[in-house]
Nanobody, 123 residues
Framework: QVQLVESGGGLVQAGGSLRLSCAAS????????MGWFRQAPGKEREFVAA????????NYADSVKGRFTISRDNAKNTVYLQLNSPKPEDTAGYYC????????????????WGQGTQVTVSS
C-alpha cells in the first residue's frame, strides 16, 4: 500500500508561482513513477505531468508545458510540481499519483492517488 499526501496548494495570482509537494510512504519510492493530475469543477480529470522513478524522463500536458515543472527527491520520498506563471484556467484540485513505471498520461496507469490539494489562480 502507498500513501500520498499533497501539500502546498492555495491562492496564487496569475503570473505568480506556487510549488506543490507530495510525500509518499509505504513503497520503495525510487522505483515508482509519480505524477500529477488535476480536476476542475464540472470538468474531466486531466493529466498534468509525470516523472520516472529515477527522474530521467518527464512528460507534460501541452497546456502546462514550459510553465510547470515536475521533479522528485528520492532521499525525501517527495515529488514536486512547480507552477510558474499560472493562469486562471489552471484552477483545480491537484492530485498526486504513483504507478509502476513510465510517464503515461492515462489515469489507469496509476494505482495510488492522494486526496488532492486545491489550487486557485486569481486574475
Amino acid at each position: 500500500q502507498v500513501q500520498l499526501v499533497e501539500s502546498g496548494g492555495g491562492l496564487v495570482q496569475a503570473g505568480g508561482s506556487l510549488r506543490l509537494s507530495c510525500a509518499a510512504s509505504g513503497r520503495t519510492f525510487s522505483s515508482s513513477a509519480m505524477g500529477w493530475f488535476r480536476q476542475a469543477p464540472g470538468k474531466e480529470r486531466e493529466f498534468v505531468a509525470a516523472i520516472t522513478g529515477r527522474g530521467s524522463m518527464t512528460n507534460y500536458a501541452d497546456s502546462v508545458k514550459g510553465r510547470f515543472t515536475i521533479s522528485r527527491d528520492n532521499a525525501k520520498n517527495t515529488v514536486y510540481l512547480q507552477l510558474n506563471s499560472p493562469k486562471p484556467e489552471d484552477t483545480a484540485g491537484y492530485y498526486c499519483v504513483a504507478g509502476d513505471w513510465g510517464t503515461s498520461p492515462s489515469p489507469r496507469r496509476y494505482a495510488y492517488w492522494g486526496q488532492g490539494t486545491q489550487v486557485t489562480v486569481s486574475s
